[in-house]
Structures are given as structure tokens and as C-alpha cells.
């Protein structure tokens, strides 16, 4: 997870989170990753707790054995 903070100016102050995943899931296909991954983003308690600006970049990596 990146947490990023700026001043545009004294008195307008942005944030954001940004989270980055990918994962190996065996037998999962995009679609559902994708719900879930979605999912996660809706309910991230650092995003909520900071009333903050949200964004995800989500990739499911091919399973080999």
C-alpha cells in the first residue's frame, strides 16, 4: 500500500491511497479476482479511516506448477 499526502496550499490538503496487488491464486478466474479485489478496495479500513481517495491496480498472475 502507498499512502501520499501533498500541499497544494496551506489550506487545501490532498490524500490518497493507492494499493497495488497481484497474487497467484490457483483455480481463481478474473472476474471473480476482479469482484473480490473490488471488494477489498470498497471496505479498506486506512481509506475509511482517513476519508480518503482510493485507487487499485489489480492483477491476477497466471498459476503454473
Given at each position: 500500500m ?10 487545501d490538503?490532498?490524500?490518497s491511497?493507492?494499493l497495488t496487488?497481484?497474487a497467484?491464486i490457483?483455480g ?13 478496495k ?12 482510493i485507487?487499485?491496480?489489480a ?7
Amino acid at each position: 500500500m502507498i499512502f501520499r499526502s501533498g500541499r497544494s496550499s496551506d489550506r487545501d490538503r490532498r490524500r490518497s491511497v493507492h494499493l497495488t496487488l497481484a497474487a497467484k491464486i490457483p483455480g481463481a478466474d478474473k472476474a471473480k479476482f476482479d469482484e473480490l479485489a473490488g471488494m477489498a478496495k470498497a471496505g479498506c479500513p486506512v481509506s475509511k479511516l482517513l476519508n480518503t481517495k482510493i485507487t487499485l491496480d489489480a492483477t491476477l498472475l497466471s498459476w503454473m506448477l
